[in-house]
């Protein structure tokens, strides 16, 4: 996300252990929503979910923890790759 211009820097504070990451956001994002459970979603389920969750259709993004990393929804698709919804942001 920091690529896109929503996320302005973050550091990951003790990174051997659960660890915790502080985000300092660029002021782009208006709402963002973290689940605390894990959902599974298939890759060709992404864009159904995305669909559901995101009430704007121009832009937010869905971020998923994938066997190749976190990404969002765009890139997932793009990688045809599934794995568990972490949240969502608009």
């Not at 009430?55 to 890139?75: A, C, K, N, R």
Request: aromatic share 10%; charged share 30%; with cysteine.
């Amino acid at each position: 996300m920091k690529y896109r211009g929503y996320i302005k820097n973050f550091q990951v504070d003790d990174p051997h252990r659960v660890g915790r990451i502080t985000v300092e956001l660029q002021g782009r994002v208006k709402d963002c929503r973290a689940l605390t459970y894990r959902q599974d979603i298939k890759a060709k389920d992404i864009e159904k979910y995305t669909t559901l969750k995101i009430p704007t259709h121009q832009w937010g993004y869905v971020v998923i923890s994938t066997p190749d990393g976190i990404l969002d929804h765009e890139e997932a698709i793009r990688r045809n790759v599934g794995g568990q919804v972490l949240g969502y942001f608009h």
